[in-house]
């Protein structure tokens, strides 16, 4: 899984438009389809793993995958938010529908981290702490 995965890094624009969230005092979670993170934790050296997270909700740990609705709503249940209080970011459009018909707004993640993290910052910076 090390090799695998050695190539997995956060993009920069959206971890600082998810701390600048968390500043704002608004929650973040991380929603994962994982291997979870025993006995190799792809995340640790990311430096964005421990403490960062509100709610972390991965597909190994919780025996279901997105786009079943099953699992945004535990990532609901995890923040202790309603669907119409989150926003939701996937690079996968099809994991998208399950998480509107739960209100929850999303955003369809492509190739220009700095347009999705100006996006996230005025749909996140404009609300109410969570």
Known sequence: MRRALANLRPQ???VAAAKRARAAGIKVAMLSNSFGAEPYNPYEDKGIWTDFFDAVIL???????????????????GLGLTGPECVFVDDHAGNLPPAEALGIRT???????????ALLDSLLLDRSPA
């Open 12 to 14: 920069t624009e959206i």
């Open 59 to 77: 597909s190994e740990r919780e025996g279901v995958r997105k786009p079943s609705t099953l699992i945004y709503q535990r990532a609901l249940v």
């Open 107 to 117: 955003v369809h993640h492509t190739t220009d981290p700095a347009g999705t993290a």
